[in-house]
């Protein structure tokens, strides 16, 4: 297993460095440059050479791709053309947001989705299955724009319990911290409930029409240990892969609830940055959340293994 | 925008509700240059009151977009220069009516044509206890005057030949020809350390103005505080100001509804009247320098260099119903040209009164086009006003059998086309009419990018720049702007107000048409 992980680990260079250069030729086949952005509409041509020989810009493509490599060979990401500020402190920055807004949505759905899910399942026709139905499929069709409106209008607004946006970080007060973090998370977590309930309900069902589930009835086990120790274990390997998809796509960024909210997190780092064309910002911010893609795929690879012992990696 | 955002001359488009977008995509871009500061001792004539200023607290701002940069002489966006236009000080300012009033200068003489000489204010300090002086104003126009440095507003001090700064505490401009809008120019330029760095200039602030720089955030928020040893005693009130970066226009409304802001500005044009019927709001506003137009490219179809055509487009607009649909009626039609009601250079004249498509088409016959053609119009995605102007304008041009495509494009590609025909576009002015004319319509200059000019307007525009006299300089501007309106090489609309929204516990806070904030005269009744 380890030798498998270390291998895995290895696998990442040439898909970072795909991902790098792809990222790269991207960044600089749109239209638009970051001078011209900066000087705006009556740029004159001058000013424009001007500002980029300042940034470096005037240099060749390849020049300055060798350069992005090099500095990412020794950890240097670069430094924002705008603000001057390196990359990685940036990234380093809006990280934590990141990280604490994508963990609570986590926690938020996983709680309800899956026992949801196998209520669902198990009683499947009932009322409670069609509440479920509702809810995944409310989950899915309200944008998450409009669901994070309403709670700011209503949570926010009219009752007053919680502030409308904002971002505390969780060390320096976490009570404050968690009521920042409230409405952000349930609004994300609500769409992503949707999600993880229906693929779990849906694989629940088709596990225990399965033939070892009859077995472990029939052998007299006690239904919770039938749904426990039998079913759910393989129910989830299909809910695990769309959890880590989910993960990885949080980690990118969740730009319209971060705008919404003024949630200092990764995705508006990256969207402003193409918006200004700030290169160093796109492709360091891009980069990352390639890695932490990649990691997560493996952490949920490895997962399996241990949900279904007959996979193995070696 | 200002360009993200900016203030007196900007390099850029924007209007405000414009720019509440462009700033939530993080995009706008301004000019910067010539924002100009208030001068000290401004009391804004709407902030008069009998109540004696109370010091301390804390003023929690909505800030619309992060800062692009924090170096005064780079910055593009509105935003920026709010938070910059704290730290540093000018030499010389406006005040709420737009006369020029000292700052860092204590008093200042016009030698002659050529020669400005100003004295400074003695005992100044820059937030790190270093004693200001001349040298810092010579080191801060040699910077933005050389080309290498990159700024927007280069081209406005081109013109300085030398600097002296051999006696004390004086500083005198010699420039290479009589310009008139040096002075306004002045009002516009930060100045900064002799010592700076340029690249600590990018993310941190360090000035001799009403507040110090504490801490930038990115994405979060801005912290500056009181500058305890700021030469005008007894301000700032305010211990600190709290930018908070806010994009979306609904989160930023709500925050000031819930008392999460103190204070917000650019509140979006279909939001105004809903905040005025708050009675738990103050709602303060008007005319701003923006002002939206189409620009004609006259590079690309025939039809549009023939100046009929392009006065038979400016007959065919019915410019009342932009202000109506895209401002929500919160702006003025522009029937003359680019001169802003508030400006001492306003005429008033009506060159385009009404919309008439009776003359629109005698022209277009006339011209030979009296069956119509094809043209594209590109607006920016991110400027929801400057797409709706776009396809109003294209309903307009059908009764003469104008085809009009619109297209909408990212603010970065959008500046980076070339081939199109018209562009729908905002632009901002401010108290010197040379900075919205000279630049943008004397053939030869950086600006000047339609290729539709004419000898006679030059000359009157290179007139107005040379002549000191301001009485003389107006009625030459009459000139300049029926010249422009007539040549048409911009299609003008509308100028737009712009609106700050605040609690009633701030107290001091006045509305300034050049998108001045004059945080130093703010304080809060708690």
Redesign the interface.
Known sequence: MLAYILRRLVLMIPVLFGVSTALFVLMRV????V?????????????IS??R??MGLDKSIGAQYTDWLWGLVRGDLGQSL????PVST?IG??FPATLELTVAAMVISLMTAIPLGILAAVKRGSWIDHLTAVIGLAGLSIPSFWLG?LL??FV??KL?WL?????TPFFDDPLQSLRHLALPALTLGFSMTAVVMRMTRSSMVEVLGEEFVKTARAKGLIERRVLYGHALKNALIPVLTIIGLQTGFLFGGAVIIE????W??IG??T??GV???DYPVVQGSVLFVAVLFVLINLVVDVLYSYLDPRIHYR | ?H?TDPQIP????LDRRILLQLT????G???LATLARRGVGATPSGAQTDETPKPGGTLKIGLNT?????DPQ?S?TLSAWFVWDQVYSTLIGYSPDYQIVPDLASSWQQVDDLTYTFTLREGVTWHDGSPFTAEDVKATVERIAD??????G??RWALVEHIDTSQPNTVTFTLESPYAPFLHNLTGLAILPKAMNP??L??TAMGTGPFKFVEW????SVTLERNNAYYVEGQPYLDTLDF?????N??RT??L??G?LDWIEYVPFKDVDLLQGDSSLQVVGGPSSWYDYMRINGHTRPELQDVRVRQAMAWAMDRDEYVDSALFGHGTAMKGGPLPPWSWAYTGQEIYPAQDYDKATALLQEAGYGDGFDVKVIAPT?YEEMVSNAQIFAEQMKPLKIKVSVESL????????TDYDL?S?A?SSFVDPDEYTY??FHSGQ??E?TGITDPELDQLMDQGRTTLDQEQRKEIYVQVERKIAELAPYLFIDFHDAYEAYLPSVKGYAHYASGIRAMEVVWLDS
């Open positions: 749109v239209p638009g440059d001078a011209r952005t900066i000087l705006g509409q009556n740029a004159t041509p001058e000013a001007a500002l020989h300042q705008r603000s001057g500020y940036l920055q809006r409106t700011i209008l926010a607004l007053r502030p409308p946006f904002g971002y705008n919404l909210f003024a200092p997190g508006r780092l969207l402003d918006f200004q064309r | 925008m360009q900007l390099t850029h488009p939530a995509a993080g995009v871009s301004l000019g992060d800062p692009d940069t924090l780079l593009g080309p290498a440095t990159g700024s927007p280069q081209s690249d600590s990018k993310n955030i990115p994405g979060r908070r970066i806010t994009p979306d609904t989160a709500t925050g509804r819930t999460e991110n990212e603010w970065s590609t959008f500046l980076a086309t562009m576009i632009w630049l943008t950086g600006w990018v």
